[in-house]
């Protein structure tokens, strides 16, 4: 069974930096995409960037491209986001999440994920 678990998020002002981390637990990782999303009160869950484990490829949103950056680190099974110039905003709580199919294009929809972590609050006060 696949377990993820987001930590790092807090209280940071407008122009801030924060750095989320996602330990993930339970199966060998090598051919899943890890991504993470967001969701603000009232709002969609929305896509902030993800990664393959193997190969290392990245997509961003455009909202966030140049001021975040998704890295993994394979030998620790975890997954960070690197969050800079934060804005108020990037406000959400913010969701770790595995994609066990390999695919040709980077999935960007929550449905294309199956695993979820419980989230990490990002709150940037302006």
């Known amino acids: 069974q696949v377990q993820l678990v987001e930590s790092g998020g807090g209280l940071v002002q407008a122009g801030g930096s924060l750095r989320l981390s996602c330990a993930a637990s339970?199966?060998?990782?090598?051919?899943?995409?890890m991504g993470w999303f967001r969701q603000a009160p009232g709002k969609e869950r929305e896509f902030v960037a993800a990664?393959?484990?193997?190969?290392?490829?990245?997509a961003y949103a455009d909202s966030v491209k140049g001021r975040f950056t998704i890295s993994s680190d394979n030998a620790k099974n975890t997954v960070n986001l690197e969050m800079n110039s934060l804005k108020p905003e990037d406000t959400a709580a913010y969701y770790c999440?595995?994609?066990?199919?390999?695919?040709?294009?980077?999935?960007?929809?929550?449905?294309?994920?199956?695993?979820w972590g419980r989230g990490t609050q990002v709150t940037v006060s302006s």
């Open positions: 999440a595995a994609d066990k199919t390999p695919a040709l294009v980077m999935p960007r929809l929550p449905v294309h994920y199956d695993y």
């Open positions: 339970g199966r060998t990782f090598s051919t899943y995409t």
């Open positions: 990664i393959t484990w193997r190969g290392g490829i990245t």
